[in-house]
């Protein structure tokens, strides 16, 4: 090799923003005329939709008659705030609400932060000790005065709903997918049937069931909670199809990987628990979270049963008389706060991919 | 020399659906013995050992490893494979473990040693195989030569009393096959069992006891170095040597 070759660098690649619209925007006339609508569209409605929901909005006041631009009335949803985060739930008894919702806030951006030490015992805290104290804080016992569960509501509801299903629908799932892939014919059969009952009925089916066939099933006097029904439902709904999605891990497992953990003598439980599942959860992560955020939306379906979960709610103070008209709103809150859980949730997912990527 | 029976194999079959994988195996190893096993591609030579700790099920015959009878009883396999070590052509490291993590996993888990006895024995055997700068890293930032020392150190650390060498250098650039073969000489010197499936003449000549030759499930011949080398009996034992040598 001669000198001057060894002195040589890559070739400089300059683009620009001007070279970047040019080469992405604006190559040929079609995109050129492509571009110009696009932009054109965004002009139409961006610029309206912020001076509805900002410059020409109500932030302050207190009843309807204060909202006389022409903007968004955010006063509808400041004075209903209570109950659309906590529905019916009485007044005296919202610290145990707010206990709960400071516990997994707390445990939640404890996880966030990165480098943090006994991120494990928070970790356990929050899949088992936190839900143990949340059944007292919400539905009573232990000196705490019984609160119907026909008073819980709002956001509130959501987040009860949708950490029930993640919480224990995983564990399910991932029975479910071994059971499936078992070498016992009537484990593997029964599992087979079970996910594919679920998941060939859609949620609103379920619900129906749990909230107004099953009681005809049951002897008279036995009565299960409507909510404790609908979280069962949803449970296992979303259990069967994380089943599917787990052992599509479970699939993409090489077979040296089993032979690897026979060979050095692991149990079955014990090779799945170490070696097999750590590593196939870990290529199925966006697609188990993407199940997540499919059933935390999911949960709006409750309505339909007689649940007022946060949509639900926010429908209900809709009909209020006081606040007739201002459903858009409403609904434009909705959407925005749904986003930020579910948009939530794919970051951190992100970031969980990134975080155990060992390079494999 | 003690004779001490390691592993008896008597009338073995095995059958893939209508293929005659292993047909008729007689097979004695002793303490300390290295046989290499050696044969065209199909002749049942990686199925012969993957046998003896149950990676595959035999269907006739009788296995005996270590005086514990090889049958569809899981402590009787779960026993054996306490006993028997194996390294594969394609190392099968644990991706998501540190080589550390990799070589205690099963002490601790299997043998319930304590965690931190357990990762002192797997630095050990990493010095013995010369990578324990590299414990802390994950295999997939390892050399393949570095992957298969990794993982003859992982099937050290359960202190086995057999090695069993699937085609332990096939999957290697040429030249990290001599620090692999190189670990291996060093054990077969410290006088443990092995059985290994491989093409490397130059190893079988230094290092084994006898040479066994495989095809089409059959053993064809069964002979010290010397003789296997000088003295081929069959032809097709011979046409095998001339391919490869």
């Given at each position: 090799?001669?000198?001057?070759n060894?002195?040589m660098?890559?070739?400089?690649?300059?683009?620009?923003?001007?070279?970047?619209m040019k080469?992405?925007?604006?190559?040929?006339?079609?995109n050129?005329?492509?571009?110009?609508?696009g932009?054109?569209?965004i002009?139409?409605?961006?610029?309206?939709?912020l001076s509805?929901?900002?410059?020409?909005?109500t932030?302050?006041?207190?009843?309807?008659?204060?909202?006389?631009?022409?903007g968004?009335?955010?006063?509808?949803?400041?004075?209903?705030?209570?109950?659309?985060?906590?529905?019916?739930?009485?007044?005296?008894?919202l610290?145990?609400?707010?206990?709960a919702?400071?516990?997994?806030?707390?445990s939640?951006?404890?996880?966030?932060?990165?480098?943090?030490?006994?991120?494990?015992s928070v970790g356990?805290?929050?899949l088992f000790?936190?839900?143990?104290?949340?059944?007292?804080?919400?539905?009573?016992?232990l000196?705490?005065?019984?609160?119907?569960?026909r008073?819980?509501g709002?956001l509130f509801?959501t987040?009860?709903?949708?950490?029930?299903g993640i919480?224990?629908?995983?564990?399910?799932?991932?029975?479910?997918?071994?059971?499936?892939?078992?070498?016992l014919?009537?484990?593997?059969?029964?599992s087979?049937?079970?996910?594919?009952?679920w998941?060939?009925?859609?949620?609103?089916?379920?619900?129906?069931?749990a909230?107004n066939m099953?009681?005809?099933?049951?002897?008279?006097?036995?009565?299960?909670?409507?909510?404790?029904r609908a979280?069962?439902g949803?449970?296992?709904?979303?259990?069967?199809?994380?089943?599917?999605v787990?052992?599509?891990?479970l699939?993409a497992m090489?077979?040296?990987?089993?032979?690897?953990?026979?060979?050095?003598?692991l149990?079955?439980?014990?090779?799945?628990a170490?070696i097999i599942?750590?590593?196939?959860?870990?290529i199925?992560i966006?697609?188990?979270i993407?199940s997540?955020i499919?059933l935390?939306?999911d949960t709006?379906l409750?309505?339909?049963i007689?649940?007022?979960?946060?949509?639900?709610?926010?429908?209900?103070?809709?009909?209020?008389?006081?606040?007739?008209?201002?459903?858009?709103e409403?609904y434009v809150f909705?959407?925005?706060?749904?986003?930020?859980?579910?948009?939530?949730?794919?970051?951190?997912?992100?970031?969980?991919e990134?975080k155990?990527?060992?390079g494999? | 020399?003690?004779?001490?029976?390691?592993?008896?194999?008597?009338?073995?079959?095995?059958?893939?659906?209508?293929?005659?994988?292993?047909n008729?195996?007689?097979l004695?190893v002793?303490?300390?013995e290295?046989i290499?096993?050696?044969g065209?591609?199909?002749?049942g030579?990686?199925?012969?050992?993957r046998?003896?700790n149950?990676?595959?099920e035999?269907?006739?015959?009788?296995?005996?490893?270590?005086?514990?009878?090889?049958?569809?009883?899981?402590?009787?396999?779960?026993?054996?494979?306490?006993?028997v070590?194996?390294?594969?052509?394609?190392f099968?490291?644990?991706?998501?473990?540190?080589?550390?993590?990799?070589c205690?996993?099963?002490?601790i888990w299997?043998?319930?040693?304590?965690?931190?006895?357990?990762?002192?024995k797997?630095?050990?055997?990493?010095?013995?195989?010369q990578?324990?700068?590299?414990?802390?890293?994950?295999?997939?930032?390892?050399s393949?030569?570095?992957?298969?020392?990794?993982a003859?150190?992982r099937?050290?650390?359960m202190?086995?009393?057999?090695?069993?060498?699937?085609?332990p250098?096939?999957?290697?650039d040429?030249?990290?096959?001599k620090?692999?073969?190189d670990?291996?000489v060093?054990l077969?010197?410290?006088?443990m069992?092995?059985?290994?499936?491989?093409?490397?003449?130059?190893?079988?000549?230094e290092?084994?006891?006898?040479?066994?030759?495989?095809?089409?499930?059959?053993?064809?011949?069964?002979?010290?170095?010397?003789?296997?080398?000088?003295?081929?009996?069959?032809?097709?034992?011979?046409t095998?040597?001339?391919?490869?040598?």
């Open positions: 090799m001669s000198d001057i060894k002195n660098t890559p070739p400089v690649i300059e683009i620009g923003v001007l070279g970047w080469k992405n925007l604006f190559s040929t006339w079609y050129t005329v492509l571009t110009l609508i932009l054109y569209f002009y139409l409605i961006i610029p309206p939709f509805w929901v900002f410059f020409d909005a932030f302050s006041g207190t009843t309807r008659e204060d909202c006389t631009s022409s968004a009335c955010w006063v509808f949803i400041k004075q209903n705030m209570k109950l659309i985060i906590y529905g019916l739930y009485p007044s005296d008894e610290w145990r609400i707010n206990i919702y400071f516990l997994l806030t707390v939640i951006i404890y996880l966030l932060i990165p480098n943090l030490k006994y991120k494990g356990i805290f929050l000790i936190f839900p143990v104290i949340c059944v007292f804080l919400f539905s009573g016992g000196g705490l005065e019984n609160v119907e569960t008073l819980w709002g509801l987040l009860v709903i949708a950490g029930v919480v224990l629908s995983l564990p399910i799932g991932i029975m479910l997918a071994l059971g499936r892939r078992s070498k014919p009537i484990v593997s059969l029964l087979t049937i079970f996910i594919e009952i998941r060939g009925v859609p949620l609103i089916t379920v619900l129906f069931m909230s099953f009681p005809l099933f049951m002897p008279e006097g036995v009565n299960f909670d409507k909510l404790i979280l069962i949803v449970m296992f709904f979303s259990a069967a199809y994380l089943a599917e787990v052992r599509g891990g699939q090489p077979k040296g990987q089993y032979e690897a953990s026979q060979a050095a003598g149990t079955y439980w014990k090779m799945m170490l599942l750590p590593q196939s959860l870990k199925v966006p697609a188990i993407g997540f499919a935390f939306k709006t409750v309505l339909i007689g649940l007022f979960d946060f949509l639900g709610i926010i429908q209900f103070v809709g009909t209020n008389p006081d606040w007739l008209g201002f459903s858009h409403g909705a959407a925005a706060i749904f986003w930020v859980f579910c948009f939530g949730m794919s970051r951190y997912s992100q970031r969980l990134k155990l990527d060992t494999h | 020399m003690t004779s001490e029976t390691m592993i008896e194999m008597s009338s073995v079959h095995k059958w893939f659906g209508e293929l005659h994988v292993l008729d195996i007689n004695k002793t303490k300390g290295k290499v096993i050696c065209p591609s199909g002749s030579k990686s199925t012969l050992i046998c003896i149950r990676l595959e035999h269907q006739r015959g009788e296995i005996v490893v270590e005086g514990t009878e090889l049958t569809n009883d899981n402590r009787s396999v779960e026993k054996i494979r306490g006993e070590g194996m390294v594969f052509q394609q099968n490291l644990f991706p998501h473990l540190s080589i550390l993590d990799n205690s996993l099963a002490p299997v043998r319930k040693l304590p965690k931190v006895e357990a990762r002192k797997a630095m050990e055997y990493l010095k013995r195989v990578i324990d700068d590299q414990a802390h890293k994950y295999p997939a930032q390892l393949g030569g570095q992957q298969q020392r990794a003859i150190a099937a050290l650390c202190e086995p009393r057999i090695m069993l060498f699937d085609e250098t096939s999957a290697l040429p030249e990290m096959i620090e692999v073969l670990v291996m060093g077969a010197e410290g006088g069992t092995m059985l290994v499936v491989t093409h490397e003449m130059g190893f079988a000549k290092v084994a006891d006898k040479i066994i030759f495989m095809d089409e499930g059959q053993i064809v011949e069964s002979k010290n170095p010397t003789d296997f080398f000088a003295n081929p009996e069959s032809e097709r034992t011979k095998f040597l001339s391919q490869i040598l």
